[in-house]
């Protein structure tokens, strides 16, 4: 009997020390969310500038597309979802080049090569920039995941953020709201 009780207070004893633990560890959780700065691509707020090296050289800058649309596509050649859609920003990048459409890619954390062998062999003719170390995706525009596709208005306004891949009929949609 006394073996029972001893083994129920120490039960106890655990219980409430593991909800201290947790409610410490929880507190100090969201002190430390409340340090991390906000996402970098919000709806309605104007888009993160950036400027990275080019795929075909120079540079990739988000400022050299002010006044006007801009589909920002964050890639990286070994996501599969990534190689499916690209041929779609594509066609919607000549498509709508005349109307001031302009389709940017961002490929994160790849070299050179691999993102050039990838735009060569779906034919790619987009400008892309390369991210190596993720600073823009990450840093920037709190990407996590690939692909991700924001769409820039005119006004540099975020119009809608898309994480995961997107159908040729939803990003002509979504084009369409930034035109």
């Known amino acids: 009997m006394q073996h029972r009780e001893r083994r129920r207070r120490r039960r106890a004893i655990r219980a409430v020390t593991i909800g201290i633990v947790l409610l410490v560890v929880g507190g100090a959780g969201i002190a430390l969310l409340r340090t991390v700065p906000p996402a970098g691509a919000r709806v309605g707020q104007a888009a993160p500038d950036f400027t990275v090296p080019g795929l075909a050289g120079g540079t990739v800058a988000l400022a050299d597309y002010r006044g006007r649309p801009v589909v920002i596509n964050f890639l990286a050649t070994w996501c599969g979802p990534c190689w499916r859609e690209l041929p779609d920003f594509d066609e919607a990048a000549e498509k709508y ?16 090569d691999a993102v050039q ?24 525009y709190r990407i996590f995941g690939m692909p991700t596709t924001i769409f820039v ?27």
Not at 164 to 169: E, H, L, S, Y
């Open 97 to 112: 080049q005349d109307r001031g459409l302009v389709v940017v890619g961002v490929a994160v954390r790849d070299s050179k």
């Open 117 to 140: 062998r990838l735009a060569s062999n779906l034919g790619l003719t987009f400008p892309i920039g390369l991210d190596p170390a993720g600073a823009i995706a990450v840093e920037r």
């Open 153 to 179: 208005d005119r006004r540099g306004l975020v119009r809608k953020y898309w994480t995961g891949p997107i159908d040729a009929d939803s990003l002509n949609r979504f084009i369409a709201q930034i035109l």
